[in-house]
């Protein structure tokens, strides 16, 4: 049985990313592993450093696991445990490769819309340094049930070389969760006001067709799936046009900018980000594994 970790912490986000990763962990037949990351050694001087504070933070943490744990049904194989490291980041992606974890999810920063997301310091931090994918539970993401399943994995697939591995991770999570997978593209302009917009939509819906339809030839004997073309003005409006399932994912890999096996969220990731209201999984552009099998 594999790993979800959840970077817990005892606030709203850490409540949304709780659920989050136990849906994900019920309808992939893995496990929830919460980690509570407290500072390491090195923390600075003006910190208490006495061994009575320690133990009180440390028995604060496992207390706040526990009642964050409760929460969850009785049929969702969860632990909770309290981590040290030099930052929340840092913790959690040692956490991944201690318990094996095949994705890392984490809330949204403090201040995000109602189902909508807003990348705090620790979700930043994560995508510059996970190795494993990532997930990024919306505002509100503890409101669809636990039991609500995974309908369906939409993934977002780029005009540029490098999305065999974001369609392998998809196609090896909707084949562990039973969830349908759909494929997008995202045609947009933004342009100076007088320019032929009507050639360069064209040109860019054709060649968002073409890529579409190159990864679907790419997929694997029996898997099948849909695909869609957004179109609109901008990388928002195109992802406001899409039907979104309450209950569903989206999939997106990581900037070409990025190092390998590393995160980092490109321009358009960060744009869509903005307007979905369903979580996102950002993919490293190479993966050490043979895909996710959450």
């Known amino acids: ?25 019920l309808v992939t037949g893995g496990r929830v592993e919460a980690v509570l990351v407290l500072p390491g050694d090195d923390r600075g001087a003006a910190d208490p450093s ?57 809330g949204a920063g403090g201040g995000g819309l109602r189902g909508r997301h807003r990348v705090g310091s620790v979700a930043s931090e994560l995508l510059h340094s996970s190795d494993v994918p990532v997930v990024l539970a919306p505002a509100d993401a503890r409101e669809v049930p636990v039991d609500a399943g995974l309908p369906r994995i939409t993934a977002a697939i780029g005009t540029r070389p490098g999305a065999d591995v974001l369609l392998e991770e998809a196609v090896s999570l909707a084949a562990a969760s039973g969830a349908a997978l759909r494929l997008v593209s995202l045609a947009t302009i933004d342009l100076p006001a007088g320019a032929d917009t009507g050639v360069i939509r064209l040109t860019g819906a054709t060649h968002a067709e073409a890529v579409l339809e190159q990864a679907r030839a790419s997929l694997p004997p029996g898997v099948t799936a849909s695909a869609v073309v957004a179109t609109g003005d901008r990388i928002e409006d195109a992802v406001g046009e899409l039907e979104w399932l309450p209950a569903e994912l989206v999939m997106v890999g990581s900037s070409r900018l990025a190092q390998p096996r590393r995160l980092f969220l490109g ?20 993966r050490g594994g043979a895909g996710a099998r959450a």
């Open 1 to 25: 049985m594999s790993a979800v970790l959840v970077g817990y912490t005892a606030t709203a986000e850490g409540a949304d990313a709780l659920a989050l990763g136990a849906r994900l962990a």
């Open 50 to 106: 006495d061994s009575g504070y320690d133990r009180h933070l440390r028995d604060t943490a496992r207390e706040w696991l526990r009642d964050g744990l409760a929460v969850l049904p009785a049929h969702v194989p969860a632990k909770g445990h309290v981590r040290y490291g030099e930052s929340f980041a840092a913790g959690l992606v040692t956490a991944a490769a201690e318990f094996g974890a095949e994705l890392i999810v984490v």
């Open 267 to 286: 321009s358009t990731a960060s744009k869509m980000l903005r307007e979905l209201p369903v979580p996102m999984v950002v993919v490293p552009r190479t």
